[in-house]
């Protein structure tokens, strides 16, 4: 009996092992100054056909952030390709959830003197800022509300949006346990103050997912989820590199990625140089 418990002990050790054995290094490709992606290799956890975390890394202090949204700017939902296209952006991606109406973010929203969404959602604890209102202030700021208040937030940035918080600063995975699995979208920010944009076209829990990526030597410090699923996505076209990124649920990720599944999206963070 106790040569079996022995046993059962060291697989669990094992186990465990392999489980927080951290992805490999980095290996940044630039696209631009200030503007790198990293492709890492997820651990053989899915049966999707694309297993690699997508990460691209923003210097704020020579890029712009802006927020795009049908509510502010008319017109009808676009694919991240054709919200770059049409305002000539480097890099866009999903700027939140949204309501069933197809046009409010699930948490607060607002773009300068517009309001998407001027509702605090209490269950969400993340604040992403761009656009500060002081030249001292950062160019980009992920908030934990517990730390900063709402009202301090909006009031020093011209553009803030609430969203689910995966992880809060410095570095706590804030999502508990759970079956579900889904592609992710998230916003990040790293120990430089850099913009992370993470994409897993492979389902994963929340819980593993942030895991996951704290573990990777990207110094990642807080993070909030964006979307999941098939309208998770992500895409960049800058210097001759084009990267086209979309989700999926279940069996919509045994298939190779592809552009064509862009799903149409109200509002979408785009990226352009200073």
Same mark, same amino acid.
């Given at each position: 009996?106790?040569?079996?418990?022995?046993?059962?002990?060291?697989? *669990?050790?094992?186990?465990?092992?392999?489980?927080? *054995?951290?992805?490999?290094n980095p290996v940044w490709v630039r696209i631009d100054d200030g503007f790198t992606y990293a492709k890492l290799k997820a651990p053989a956890t899915s049966f999707s056909a694309d297993s690699a975390i997508t990460v691209v890394r923003i210097d704020p202090k020579r890029y712009n952030l802006k927020l795009y949204t049908v509510s502010e700017l008319g017109g009808e939902n676009r694919t991240v390709r054709e919200w770059t296209e049409a305002f000539g952006l480097i890099c866009a991606f999903n700027a939140g959830m949204y309501l069933t109406d197809y046009k409010t973010n699930c948490g607060y929203m607002k773009n300068h003197a517009h309001f998407n969404n001027k509702r605090i959602n209490k269950t969400y604890h993340s604040f992403a800022a761009f656009n500060p209102v002081q030249t001292d202030d950062a160019p980009f700021r992920i908030f934990d509300d517990e730390v900063t208040r709402a009202d301090s937030i909006i009031n020093r940035y011209r553009t803030v949006i609430q969203n689910l918080r995966l992880v809060k600063r410095p570095a706590l995975n804030r999502w508990g346990r759970q079956e579900k699995r889904w592609s992710e979208v998230a916003l990040g920010e790293d120990r430089s103050g850099n913009v992370l944009v993470i994409f897993s076209r492979m389902p994963m829990t929340m819980f593993d997912f942030n895991e996951l990526v704290l573990s990777l030597p990207i110094g990642l410090q807080c993070a909030q989820h964006l979307e999941g699923g098939p309208e998770a996505s992500l895409y960049i076209n800058h210097n001759g590199v084009e990267i086209a990124r979309t989700g999926g649920y279940g069996a919509d990720c045994r298939s190779e990625n592809s552009d064509t599944l862009f799903r149409q999206l109200p509002n979408v963070i785009g990226v352009v140089k200073r």
């Amino acid at each position: 009996m106790r040569l079996y418990t022995k046993m059962i002990i060291a697989f *669990t050790v094992l186990c465990l092992m392999i489980e927080c *054995t951290p992805a490999e290094n980095p290996v940044w490709v630039r696209i631009d100054d200030g503007f790198t992606y990293a492709k890492l290799k997820a651990p053989a956890t899915s049966f999707s056909a694309d297993s690699a975390i997508t990460v691209v890394r923003i210097d704020p202090k020579r890029y712009n952030l802006k927020l795009y949204t049908v509510s502010e700017l008319g017109g009808e939902n676009r694919t991240v390709r054709e919200w770059t296209e049409a305002f000539g952006l480097i890099c866009a991606f999903n700027a939140g959830m949204y309501l069933t109406d197809y046009k409010t973010n699930c948490g607060y929203m607002k773009n300068h003197a517009h309001f998407n969404n001027k509702r605090i959602n209490k269950t969400y604890h993340s604040f992403a800022a761009f656009n500060p209102v002081q030249t001292d202030d950062a160019p980009f700021r992920i908030f934990d509300d517990e730390v900063t208040r709402a009202d301090s937030i909006i009031n020093r940035y011209r553009t803030v949006i609430q969203n689910l918080r995966l992880v809060k600063r410095p570095a706590l995975n804030r999502w508990g346990r759970q079956e579900k699995r889904w592609s992710e979208v998230a916003l990040g920010e790293d120990r430089s103050g850099n913009v992370l944009v993470i994409f897993s076209r492979m389902p994963m829990t929340m819980f593993d997912f942030n895991e996951l990526v704290l573990s990777l030597p990207i110094g990642l410090q807080c993070a909030q989820h964006l979307e999941g699923g098939p309208e998770a996505s992500l895409y960049i076209n800058h210097n001759g590199v084009e990267i086209a990124r979309t989700g999926g649920y279940g069996a919509d990720c045994r298939s190779e990625n592809s552009d064509t599944l862009f799903r149409q999206l109200p509002n979408v963070i785009g990226v352009v140089k200073r």
